[in-house]
């Protein structure tokens, strides 16, 4: 029994270790994407930040960025209804991502994609504080940072294994919509994946208790 559980150990210390080393080494071969992404998120969150606060004395949960919440807030729907919610986006999104990355220059609306989620976010966090002041403040802090800021980090990894296959294709040939493709980055797109339903699951588990403290 001793020796299964430290063969078991074993094997998941090599697992982890192999997956550590593909991301290290994927991000020395895609740099410039990561570091453009984290400008993009950073970018768009200060301007939706700043925008929310300019328009922040008539915010009011009817005009919340995100129609999920604010269907959740006015009682019109459950916690059920916003895990709809989420993973439609994924649904959509990811699909977008793809799709929009079949020509180099659709890589633009992938990072325009990027930048407006992320200025959603910065604007859905002025509005929570504005609205509901301490109380905001905290579900901003536990709720929609670390929520959304997983989500985005999905969306990022996703973009850039999409991108980076998307140039160099500009360079050898062939399409993104093709098995090499699936084959290449299946570790990045499986880490995106369980990366944004781990974002909707923490999300649906805080939900109900943070919000809690806005009544």
């Known amino acids: 029994m001793l020796i299964k559980l430290s ?3 074993f094997s998941f210390y090599r697992s982890w270790s192999s997956f550590c080393y593909y991301l290290k080494d994927d991000f020395c071969e895609n740099k410039r994407w990561y570091i453009l992404v984290l400008a993009l998120i950073g970018l768009g969150f200060l301007i939706g930040l700043i925008a929310g606060i300019r328009i922040s004395p008539d915010a009011s949960i009817s005009k919340l960025p995100d129609s ?15 895990f709809c919610s989420r993973l439609f986006s994924i649904l959509l999104i990811f699909p977008i991502i793809l799709v929009t990355n079949i020509k180099p220059i659709g890589s633009v609306l992938t ?10 976010l910065g604007t859905m ?12 403040f905290v579900n901003v802090i536990f709720l929609l940072l670390p929520t959304q800021l997983l989500f985005l980090s999905a969306i990022g990894l996703f973009a850039i294994a999409c991108v980076s296959y ?3 294709c500009r360079t050898y040939g062939g399409s993104i919509l093709c098995k090499d493709f699936f084959l290449s980055s299946r570790v990045m797109i499986i880490t995106a994946l369980i ?9 649906i588990l805080l939900l109900p208790w943070l919000c809690a403290l806005l009544i």
């Open 7 to 9: 063969m078991a150990h």
């Open 68 to 82: 999920a919440l604010q269907n959740y807030l006015e009682g019109n729907s459950g916690v059920f209804g916003v």
């Open 111 to 120: 990072f325009m994609l990027i930048l407006y989620k992320s200025f959603g």
């Open 125 to 136: 966090c002025a509005f929570f504080i504005a609205i509901f002041n301490l109380g905001g």
């Open 166 to 168: 998307n140039f160099r």
């Open 195 to 203: 990366i944004a339903l781990s974002s909707v699951i923490l999300e």
